[in-house]
């Protein structure tokens, strides 16, 4: 019998559950309304984990989808998994976009509530611009803010409502890391991160292990035109074990402990990626090789250059 990626559940470090796999739904914006039919394509095909965030501009359009799958009662609220992230342009009051993210999904709480990157953007209360920019181009940071003030936020949020079950980051170096558990009481349960075998960040995963943070792989194709699909010793292993490129990859990270949230608005495609390959410890270790030498990271969003990742172009 076929295990499922969808029936891999993973537990954080507070004892919430967390399944394994999820959708990614950061599109390009002008298919965000696409967004509403991949999660009911998901939701049917046995995800229960959706990944969102209030920068994606996709929220409200889950929101639709969830509502048609409560009413036609596929699915409860309590078997989702939902995730959602604060943005710097919001790192002031994380409560809004909190606030904002709930209403646009239709909900009253969340299951993950990330910060999207240790950054502070020079935005109005409103989070506008989301990515604020000077005449030249340069992206204009708050002097004013800090990251750890802003997990701290997020942290109270935690500590003293119902509207989160967990809380983590996202796009976190192990020396941001190393800062903010010096200085907050509610480690991380999260951190998601860039992860493909082209983009093994080790010393990272190690890290976050060491702490009990489990790692979300996001990207796990590579970008556009799902490149990490293509490498040869990819196609190879998928023969070998009867999946697709992208369920070979997903397994992958599942394999070894990861959380992953490959990204589709196309609904075949999404039903057609649920199996789990079993792979052996050689071969995962052969996937991870493949970018030990020549690392390649595939989003190098211009404000994460100075956050100290290695390998960012």
Not at 199 to 225: F, M, N, R
Request: glycine content about 6%; hydrophobic content about 35%.
């Amino acid at each position: 019998m076929t295990k499922l990626a969808t029936e891999v559940v993973f537990t954080l470090n507070n004892h919430t559950k967390i399944p394994a796999l999820g959708l990614g739904t950061a599109t390009p914006s002008e298919k965000n309304a696409e967004t509403k039919e991949a999660v009911i394509a998901a939701v049917k095909a046995g995800y229960r984990h959706i990944d969102t965030a209030w920068y994606y501009g996709t929220e409200k359009y889950i929101g639709y989808a969830l509502e048609e799958l409560f009413a036609e009662e596929i699915v409860t609220r309590e078997e989702l998994f939902i995730t959602t992230k604060v943005w710097p342009s919001m790192h002031s009051n994380p409560a809004k976009s909190l606030e904002q993210s709930l209403q646009d999904l239709g909900l009253d709480y969340v299951d993950l509530f990330l910060q999207h990157w240790p950054l502070a953007f020079q935005s109005d209360e409103d989070g506008k611009p989301s990515v604020p920019r000077s005449a030249d181009g340069t992206i204009l940071m708050d002097p004013q803010g800090d990251f750890i003030a802003t997990y701290k936020k997020i942290e109270d949020l935690y500590k003293h409502t119902d509207l989160v079950k967990a809380i983590g980051v996202s796009n976190y170096s192990q020396s941001f890391l190393e800062k903010l558990l010096d200085q907050v009481d509610v480690v991380p349960a999260v951190n998601q991160i860039e992860l493909h075998p082209q983009l093994p960040q080790k010393a990272l995963c190690d890290y976050c292990t060491e702490h009990h943070i489990i790692v979300t792989a996001y990207s796990p194709l590579g970008s556009s035109g799902a490149p990490v699909t293509k490498l040869p010793l990819v196609q190879k292993l998928a023969k070998k074990y009867g999946v697709n490129e992208n369920e070979l990859l997903q397994s992958y990270h599942i394999n070894s402990g990861r959380v992953v949230i490959p990204r589709s608005t196309n609904p075949d495609r999404i039903a057609s990626i649920v199996r789990l390959a079993e792979l052996s410890q050689e071969d995962l270790q052969a996937l991870y090789h493949l970018g030990e030498e020549n690392p390649k990271r595939y989003i190098c969003d211009p404000w994460g250059k100075n956050l100290d990742f290695q390998w960012w172009d």
